[in-house]
């Protein structure tokens, strides 16, 4: 079977990262992903670059939509479920 590549170039350490959090902690929504690599890394990463690399790396697939209260505003808004893909391991 062929390898299937990834073209990651500066993200590829925030992207390795994803992967073994969501293989550790399973589904997480978009916020905690973002939470868990601005812990863990030295100079973190913007919601921009964890959406960009969340929606556009085949290794990643959402799972469903949930509401969440945000609350400062009082307001709800849809927070995206992630979690990898049947074939992620065929991903280099």
């Known amino acids: 079977m062929p390898i299937k590549r990834i073209m990651s170039g500066r993200t590829k350490r925030l992207r390795l990262k994803i992967v073994r959090f969501l293989e550790k902690k399973g589904p997480q929504n978009s ?3 973002y939470d868990h690599l601005n812990k ?3 100079s973190g990463a913007t919601q921009q670059q964890v959406g960009n690399i969340l929606s556009k790396d085949p290794r990643f697939r ?4 949930t ?8 307001q709800r808004y849809d ?3 992630w979690d990898l893909s049947l074939d992620y391991k065929e991903w280099n």
Not at 62 to 65: A, E, M
């Open 79 to 81: 927070i995206q479920i």
């Open 67 to 74: 509401q969440v209260l945000s609350p400062a505003q009082n």
């Open 62 to 65: 959402p799972v469903s939509r």
């Open 31 to 33: 916020q905690q992903i």
């Open 40 to 42: 863990s890394s030295y």
